[in-house]
């Protein structure tokens, strides 16, 4: 597929997705919203790579939704019967919810790196994915509040998970701008950089590392961090148990231990490619 | 789209989906997995029925699993390193179960009219309904634990909540049929017909009923019905009052008042279709 | 407190509200949407009966709700800023959940007698009772659908918890009329008798059993209940626990063995009234 | 280990655990509490039986509670501190009521032949049986109500899964008997026999069907119906999933094929035995 | 209302609560309990005020429970039958609890001002404010483990979600005193100030901030913050789109672009005030 | 019982449970996974202590899993039919978690000291104590990830609540090492102290703290938490006002007043040993 909004590449295992409108501030725009899960998807199902960097361009990672998307009636309209246009207004309120939910649900790990403005959409956006990184000028922004609006796509949702309470509720209330170090104080980031260059390449080396390990404990490691942001520590035990049924063999294991005796990465297995089942008709 | 494994019609509002491979029992082959979740998703989609009768045709409603399919080892294997086939097996069966998940999480009711054998992947398909009604001949069977498995499709999630546990349990341990009547007396099916012909002939008449009321209203019974399965009172009440904050409006009980005076049936809007977002450019 | 669409009877320990405005249909008008819940609350913090018989007049049980009182626009408007409509109309439902839901939270029994017709928020009324008991020429009907909308006030919440599946869809989307024998026979009601008469010495019986059993073992079997409804089954059998520590205390083991030695009915002692707290001073 | 207050036998792969002190009415005594865990949980371990069948002796299945057990200051007292005092009696009633939990977490079905009286703690236990089977002069009584307690060891967690609300609900309040019937009626028992002889008779050739089935496929049947009685279907079906990937091969599937080829019955292997972790040593 | 244990005031869009009984370290007598909630109910109710601020006054911010209203055995007393006093005590600890989750539910943020001490209750209560900001000399204790008792009115059970588990846990066990300074980096409050002067405007200022925004924007962003932090991120994003199918309408987003044209604040409608259903008869 | 991998020792009332195989770095062999849980629980019902230390010796903490264990195909083999060693499997790792599972359900709190390194299996234990504390040269390794498999005994379970997301992936995905400083920073561990002697010493004065409080509040307050985040707060506010009806009496209370009156410690009752019902025989 060809990508307008997004540039997208693998090497070594490790692909990166960049949203490369730096001069429309990187607005999520009709392109985004049908690229961006299509990207993610298809890297997913490649099982080529085993990690993924979310980038951006330019000064601003993001300034959100582009909002002539919005304004266009054609895309969204309140006009004729109210209950049928709300009904339809909130599927597509699931729809772009979607979008974003597909950072969580692929197998592989996404890595965020942040620089300047992470605004509106864009903080529902780094909210679903598995780490963020930023410069020492990003700052985050739950823009809706300033226009009006409650964010709706992810936010309000992901965020109280990722910083305390209070914090996330005087954002919320005040669409006050969180700076890079405040961000990192309150785990919202994993670590901050001097500048956009020196991110990118330590957030390449953390990718690294996860490169060379086994895909399948990684994957393993996604679902239950997510499984258990959302179920009982019992429930979570329980569903950890069953998944090590099948997904636990010595393989990798004895892969890793023959490596290290002979001072080399060992050479894991990808994951199965995601196809549709029985396609091969 | 063109069917292979189904025959599909809309009439009056009233579509049917129809098993239409009877010399083969109706098994389930590949096009059936490729064809049924289109067929119901495109119904729903286009918004030109308001409710679908899942048929079949021959004796049998359905014989379950075409077994060939996952005879062929292109389909399914386990070869390879078995953590990583494990973990494709698991996605193939989530795959395969979002087949009849879209039975539910579609917006208009779906009314199964069964005749004959309803066996092993039919229970799971037709647990996924809305209502289920049958034959006097009729009788369903968890074929999978004969043949050695467990059944994973959705009838050990959705058939307990259906009829008591303690029936459930013996169908479940011990593959036995259960006959209509039986059925009917534990709440799996609403009604028992004589033959096919008067069955699909009331069920044409409930649908009939159906798609004359607002379909805005019945996809408010739907989502209610299933989310009230999955969550406490407490939250379904809640639920349900912020649903209504956006589809309830009084023009459709206008509609009806006005009808009722004039001796008509209303006129409701349909619902909007549905479409990905921002597609119309 | 004065009632008008009710009277308000405690004898013998078993209250008895009953609905009295048969001429009317014993709709839901603004007396009875102010006054049930007080009597029902009433009731349990006096503390004087253990167990309620909620009843009707006339030759229906309700015809549910009075439309004239969403009719005028002073109850509900759907002017001004959309919006704020959407919030007010949001708590608007709330608030009428809240009438019914006080049948579920009281600590004593409410026994539903039904008569005739019990239609639309007649049915999301009875939904909410522990225990219905019907006659013979009673029917119910889910009307809401019938008026195009969704029926909101707990019936697609707690009725599914009360019949099958099935055939709480069928009813749900067609807004077809429920027999008596068939609403016993899927488990709606307990009895169904031959008249109004008959029924009301039926379900005084019963209250009458239940109004010599220790009235906090009663407490605890409905709290019980329904917590069991909302809850696992394990986090059910660990609330039991911590609610036994508290509430099981030999005494009344004792009265029973007493009693039964004497060849009488044991004394309990009522539960506590209810009042605010520190409301004494 | 010798039982005193149960016989215990496997035979076929069939195991039977019978309450054997008639003249005492099958009370549950001290050995009874200690036994009834150890014997089922043996019998899981061991994996020579695949199925439990759970029956009595003499005129009544049981009269529930010895109550002289409880009578006993020493098992048994609200002395001293009452707060320490209620802890205890926390965690006595989590200690009795994990007797009969172990009939729901036992990997293999556990069928409950009920013949008379099934009595207070009798209708705890047998809610947690599988599937329960009554001849015709079989009763339940929620006996504790009639004692001035709230029942406590899982009748009111689990019997509200078996059987309607309503009835639930009158029964729990009354204490009323329910008869054989009526219980068949309401989904309790799955059906009713003559006499015990005819009951032992039938639930036998039910436990011999299943004990010819994998006996892996019916684990995972019942791990299912369990689960799903506790979380919604999104979750079961997920589980399920996971659950197949380590437990779905097709080795027991062939074997039916072979078996149907040659008309016998398939030889599965049995599950492996239940140890310590690490106890072989 | 007139108010004896508070200071009741609204200005600008902003309301404030103030404990004024400094003499007594602001303990929560029974004036307390009985006008907390119905100040901050009624001034959500009137829909004047767009943000609370809950204050104090004097050199500690409270001193938690006045024991003297527990000493008076007219307002909790466990003599007679200790099964009913334990249902009553039940009830009474309900109550209190809901005295502080009426700063969860009502509709507008709440934003604690602590100036030193905050013991005991007033941890419950804070930990069901929004957000919390505190002056250097603050101070917060989990006095109740001081006194023998289990903290029951809301601290084990939000602060848990405000601050680390183990720093939770070591409080809790210990009843030591966490410091202003250690508080922020924890995350319980959002900013520590020099003294209560710079503090009460520094939230001033926040809670001006706020005002100036929609207040259906904050409401939706405050009912989903509270609904995340209890549920799965699937049923809450579930649930905002519900939300958004009613509330969202593009008039207050319009009025933040006309208002930042013409650089001035959005003249936004206040909600509607909270009545009784059908009072205005 | 005597204790090979262990040394267990009480004094005033404090439990201490220290690894003691420094030699092979503490790592987990057979003896340790029958040892640990035996320890702990035995603690607990003898109800003479009030609170564990969990401390190792030598130069780290624990290495973790000692590997040998499951290179032993008799502890752990994936021979024979493959479902059914997954079955086993299965079981093997729910055994295992149990282990640490008993951390958490003990009623009296478990601090853990840490020094030098906290490797794999180590992390999957501390997480389940109540409390972290560690020296300078400490540090945190998922060292699953490192060996080609996922971390299967609570570490993806309970950690994700111990630190914020971002970081939690981070070290699950790369198995880096978390150092001390930047564990206290992240809310991991609650303090960090120079060297072994000067951190057993502080946590012995947090655990002599402790010690003097009513064991019966601190039970309180254990269970509650873990309560807490598993369930939403409404759930558990109530479960806390059940609790609090059987677990509140004001003799500790009065004791804490007549303490302070005379300056000395209050002198609670210890806990009820925990026995076997009924054991008294």
Same mark, same amino acid.
């Given at each position: 597929?060809?990508?307008?909004?997004?540039?997208?590449?693998?090497?070594?295992?490790?692909?990166?997705?960049?949203?490369?409108?730096?001069?429309?501030?990187?607005?999520?725009?009709?392109?985004?919203?049908?690229?961006?899960? +299509?990207?993610?998807?298809?890297?997913?199902?490649?099982?080529?790579?085993?990690?993924?960097?979310?980038?951006?361009?330019?000064?601003? =990672?993001?300034? #959100?939704?582009?909002?002539?998307?919005? &304004?266009?009636?054609?895309?969204?309209?309140?006009?004729?019967?109210? #209950?049928?246009?709300?009904?339809?207004?909130?599927? *597509?309120?699931?729809? *772009?919810?979607?979008?974003?939910?597909?950072?969580? @649900?692929?197998?592989?790990?996404?890595?965020?790196?942040?620089? #300047?403005?992470?605004?509106?959409?864009?903080?529902?956006?780094? %909210?679903?994915?598995?780490?963020? /990184?930023?410069?020492?000028?990003?700052? =985050?922004?739950?823009?809706?509040?300033?226009?009006? &609006? +409650?964010?709706?796509?992810? +936010?309000?949702?992901? *965020?109280? $998970?990722?910083?305390?309470?209070? &914090? &996330?509720?005087?954002?919320? /209330?005040?669409?006050?701008?969180?700076?890079?170090?405040?961000?990192?104080?309150?785990?919202?980031?994993?670590?901050? /950089?001097?500048?956009?260059?020196?991110?990118?390449?330590?957030?390449?080396?953390?990718?690294?590392?996860? @490169?060379?390990? %086994?895909?399948?404990?990684?994957?393993?490691?996604?679902?239950?961090?997510?499984?258990?942001?959302? $179920?009982?520590?019992?429930?979570?035990?329980?569903?950890?148990?069953?998944?090590? @049924?099948?997904?636990?063999?010595?393989?990798?294991?004895?892969? +890793?231990?023959?490596?290290?005796?002979?001072?080399?990465?060992?050479?894991?297995?990808? *994951? $199965?490619?995601?196809?549709?089942?029985?396609?091969?008709?």
């Amino acid at each position: 597929m060809e990508y307008r909004a997004l540039t997208v590449s693998i090497e070594n295992k490790i692909a990166q997705v960049t949203l490369n409108r730096p001069d429309a501030l990187n607005t999520m725009n009709l392109d985004f919203w049908k690229e961006l899960p +299509t990207a993610i998807r298809e890297i997913d199902a490649d099982a080529r790579a085993r990690v993924i960097i979310l980038a951006s361009t330019g000064r601003h =990672f993001t300034a #959100g939704m582009d909002l002539g998307v919005f &304004m266009n009636p054609k895309n969204i309209s309140l006009q004729g019967d109210p #209950g049928r246009s709300a009904e339809n207004l909130r599927r *597509l309120v699931l729809q *772009l919810q979607a979008t974003f939910n597909v950072l969580e @649900s692929v197998r592989i790990p996404v890595l965020a790196a942040i620089q #300047g403005g992470c605004i509106g959409g864009g903080v529902d956006m780094v %909210s679903a994915a598995d780490c963020r /990184y930023c410069t020492e000028d990003a700052f =985050f922004c739950i823009k809706e509040t300033d226009l009006g &609006m +409650t964010a709706d796509l992810g +936010t309000l949702q992901r *965020l109280p $998970h990722l910083i305390p309470q209070g &914090m &996330m509720r005087e954002l919320a /209330y005040t669409g006050a701008k969180l700076s890079a170090q405040r961000a990192k104080e309150i785990g919202l980031v994993n670590e901050v /950089y001097p500048d956009h260059d020196s991110m990118l390449n330590a957030v390449r080396k953390i990718a690294a590392d996860i @490169s060379k390990r %086994s895909p399948l404990a990684i994957a393993g490691c996604k679902e239950m961090i997510n499984y258990s942001r959302d $179920h009982s520590v019992q429930d979570s035990l329980n569903y950890m148990a069953a998944w090590q @049924s099948g997904m636990f063999r010595p393989e990798d294991m004895m892969k +890793t231990f023959a490596a290290k005796a002979q001072n080399t990465d060992p050479d894991f297995e990808e *994951l $199965h490619p995601i196809r549709p089942p029985f396609s091969q008709e």
